[in-house]
């Protein structure tokens, strides 16, 4: 009885910041209308952001998969020392290579592009989605895979029609992941991107809401972060079982 008492004083204390945000948004329902007609639409923003994150939630997939398997199953020179400077990644400042990285897409004609963006969102998320996908498929017996090639299939076959459905709950984590990681970025699209229509929502709502002098419009700040914050609500919600299994059953077992 003391755990659940806990657990719903932890769970009131999370969401109330967010009941709060919802409230407040509603106190000038105008708010929602101002956001809807602001510069190139609230649409194109929203539209933008949708397109960035399927994009970096199907290329961290195909890349983690594909790599997460490899690291799991195959042996070869470099395996080891590849895997840690994958890792690496996760010990360099965000912030200190965006500079580099927009000149880099720049030279791949991707420079203020929304491929470009997804695409520097992939290689942030690849550490733990690599980690992720290799303890995933390590977890998986070797027979299951082995029965399946005595069966006639490929290899191929037998990743693409059997290991990946065994890894599914630590797909949609890494999944997951990367949805929220490139939905509720802000800095990175604001280096990246410098046209208005290429915004994505995170930098057209701190544009709307900012004034002369540094003055906030807190009304709609609040409206744009319920926008925002309701998509990942209802993805969470939705997915929460298979997240919760991702974690739970190996995927992080080092």
Known sequence: MRRYTTLSALAVLFLFPLLWSGYASLEKPSNYLK???YGEGIGTYATNSVLVSV????????????GGYAFARFDFPGKNLLFLATLAILMVPYA????????LLGYLGLQNSLVGLSLVFVMFQLPFALFMMRNAFESVPRELEEAALVDGCGTFRAFSRIL??????ALITVGLFAFLASWNDFFAPLILLNDGASFTLPVAVVSMTSGTFGTVDYGMLQAGV???AIPCLVLFIVLQRHYVRGFMSGALRG
């Not at 994009?55 to 594909?66: E, P």
């Not at 990946?164 to 709950?169: D, G, N, Q, S, T």
Request: net charge positive.
């Open 164 to 169: 990946l459905h065994a890894v599914r709950p």
């Open 226 to 228: 319920m926008v925002m």
């Open 96 to 103: 200190t290579i965006l500079i580099p990285l927009y000149v």
């Open 55 to 66: 994009m970096t939630v199907g290329g961290t997939l195909l890349v983690s998969a594909l």
């Open 35 to 37: 956001m809807a007609a």
